[in-house]
């Protein structure tokens, strides 16, 4: 599939136990670009987005945990404007990701 087809979505968690936060931060990993604490960058298409959401919510535990996936738009369309307050950031480039 095209990248025209991909969104932008940050994902952010709250994730009650450590050996849960770390599993999810695995997860995360394989689908985008770590920003800090707790928080990605992703770019995908409509399939990896419902495969990410499956994965994460067969690892948390709902009644404790929760995830926020928040789409931001078209990939490739988004003009993302970051203000950073304290340490400096970079913005992620595109780059090419084997799973």
Do not use: N
């Not at 009650?16 to 960058?41: C, H, N, T």
């Amino acid at each position: 599939m095209s990248r025209h087809h991909e969104r932008l979505y940050i994902v952010t968690y709250d994730i009650a136990d450590p050996k849960r936060w770390r599993q999810i931060f695995k997860v995360m990993e394989a689908y985008g670009d770590w920003l800090q604490l707790s928080v990605f960058q992703c770019r995908l298409t409509a399939r990896r987005r419902a495969a990410l959401a499956m994965r994460l919510d067969r690892e948390i535990k709902a009644s404790e945990d929760h995830i926020l996936i928040l789409d931001i738009g078209p990939a490739d369309d988004v003009d993302l404007r970051v203000e950073s307050l304290g340490k400096s950031f970079k913005a992620i480039e595109r780059q090419a990701r084997v799973i």
